[in-house]
């Protein structure tokens, strides 16, 4: 009997062993991870994910067509055991990846592998929309001409009546145009005239897909237009407006009609370029001529078409572009702009500042805000070797546009001096005139004012005050007077004298 209780207990005591094996403890903590991941839906560009995990937390879905690039993400929820997200694709016929984020309340973030998945040709269930409503572009006392646009290529019906109920209607159709920016126009023809008409338009996509307007309105005029074509509002008028500059010239003008338009432009007696509209008649019309010589006389003429089918065409227009400055800029409200041949934005390889290279100087933006207040583009800056930029001296001279005082940079300091006089400007061997560069006040002023200032191996400092200089008597005395900390900028003894010596600092 003892002998089957000791073989019992050990039976026991061994089948309690392997069940303690085989279930966790309770104390024993399990690891965040994700249970599944699923595609759930693939309609048209709509792509589906579902996942799950073990415990709550909140998701994201990436995708991306190229393998570990995921441009493309959405949130899925927030702390939850089962996930779904759905995303857009952008383009059809492309092989995606896409991948899941899980972050539970922890802040433990676990990544799922990447999945691949192939999109063939998308279902096209979205109704077109109107980028432009449709809206009556010109009309006389027999004729209207209405004009659209949608955001992609629609075909269009439009039903009009002399009731506001559109009964007795008649209809005219018209295509959108793809090198029209999809827009539309047609024209209805043997209107009475001063007569309100109502219309509404429908409009359908190549996948059939449609969208209609409400009913809208126009009214006919009493008389037939038959002024000719003029031109109105003509800018610029003179060579000292803001239009030209020293390599462009913006003209703007409006129609007394609706009409497209063509710039013909070039220097004088020379051949012309020509600049064309696109899309349909308009009555207002901007062009720009870029890339000019800087002060030579250019001609231009206009040649418009309206809606009508008349031509108008001006004489040529003579103007001359400005003579450009070395660096400036051009005032605009709140908008200093540097003038576009005279610069070039460059940055190393390896380097952060951005610089302009004017006349064959380097000049350093100082910070992104003065690179924005001059109108400056991030596209626009070119990365070039140390080396090259090497080749570039730091420019040193400058001036603002409303001011004539020419300031020497110390640019290892920060700091900044004015040349109070042309002697003092030509004392300095290295100094042109044709070195100068114009900035902005904002720019200028990020240099502090140099204030203690000596001649190269003279022992002497002074202290700068207004145009005045005044020796310090020793280094106890900069200690004293708390200088020690400023930097000394090494000046010529023709610009030491041009300040009147006041008491010396003890």
């Known amino acids: 009997m003892k002998y089957k209780t000791i073989q019992f207990t050990l039976t026991f005591l061994i089948i309690i062993a392997l069940v303690w094996q085989v279930v966790p403890s309770a104390a024993q903590a399990v690891d965040f991870e994700i249970k599944s991941v699923q595609m759930k839906e693939l309609v048209n560009d709509k792509l589906t994910i579902a996942w799950s995990t073990n415990e709550p937390a909140q998701g994201w879905l990436m995708v991306g067509n190229e393998l570990n690039q995921f441009p493309l993400s959405v949130h899925a929820n927030t702390f939850e055991n089962y996930h779904e997200a759905t995303i857009s694709l952008p383009k059809e016929k492309t092989t995606y990846q896409y991948k899941v984020i899980a972050e539970n309340q922890a802040g433990e973030r676990i990544i799922s592998f990447a999945f691949s998945i192939k999109v063939d040709k998308f279902t096209d269930t979205k109704n077109p929309e109107f980028v432009a409503v449709p809206s009556l572009l010109y009309s006389d006392n027999t004729r209207a001409y209405i004009i659209w646009q949608t955001n992609e290529h629609t ?176 005032y605009q409200p709140g908008v200093q702009k540097f003038y576009g041949q005279n610069y070039q934005l460059v940055k190393s390889v390896s380097g952060k500042t951005v610089y302009a290279i004017v006349n064959k100087q380097k000049y350093a933006i100082k910070s992104p805000k003065i690179f924005t207040q001059y109108g400056f583009s991030w596209s626009e800056i070119k990365t070039i070797s140390q080396k090259e930029l090497d080749k570039y001296p730091d420019a040193k001279l400058v001036k603002t546009p409303d001011s004539p005082a020419v300031y020497f940079l110390y640019h290892s300091i920060k700091r900044k001096k004015v040349l109070l006089t042309e002697n003092v400007f030509k004392s300095y061997r290295n100094n042109a005139f044709n070195k100068v560069i114009t900035v902005s006040s904002d720019d200028l002023n990020a240099y502090n004012d140099i204030v203690l200032v000596k001649e190269e191996n003279k022992p002497t400092i002074y202290l700068l005050q207004n145009a005045t200089k005044r020796p310090i008597a020793n280094m106890t005395a900069l200690k004293n007077n708390g200088l020690s900390d400023q930097p000394i900028g090494i000046v010529s003894q023709k610009d030491l004298e041009a300040y009147q010596t006041a008491t010396t600092i003890e």
Not at 234 to 245: A, E, G, K, R, W
Not at 287 to 307: H, K, M, W
């Open 155 to 330: 075909k269009g019906v439009l039903t009009y009546s002399p009731y506001a109920d559109l009964s007795q209607s008649k209809t005219v159709t018209g295509s959108t145009e793809k090198n029209k920016n999809y827009q539309a126009r047609v024209q209805i023809n043997k209107l009475l005239a001063n007569t309100t008409y109502y219309y509404e338009l429908t409009i359908s996509d190549d996948a059939k897909n449609t969208s209609q307007t409400a009913i809208l309105n126009f009214t006919t005029k009493s008389e037939v237009d038959s002024q000719p074509l003029r031109f109105l509002n003509l800018i610029p008028l003179s060579n000292n407006d803001s239009h030209i500059t020293d390599t462009k010239i913006h003209s703007s003008w409006t129609t007394s009609r609706p009409a497209i338009c063509e710039f013909f432009y070039g220097e004088k007696n020379k051949g012309k370029k020509k600049i064309a509209e696109t899309g349909f008649e308009i009555w207002d019309h901007t062009f720009t001529a870029e890339g000019l010589l800087p002060n030579t006389e250019y001609q231009y003429t206009i040649s418009c078409r309206d809606v009508l089918g008349q031509k108008q065409t001006t004489e040529n227009i003579l103007f001359r572009t400005r003579t450009p400055l070395v660096l400036g800029y051009e």
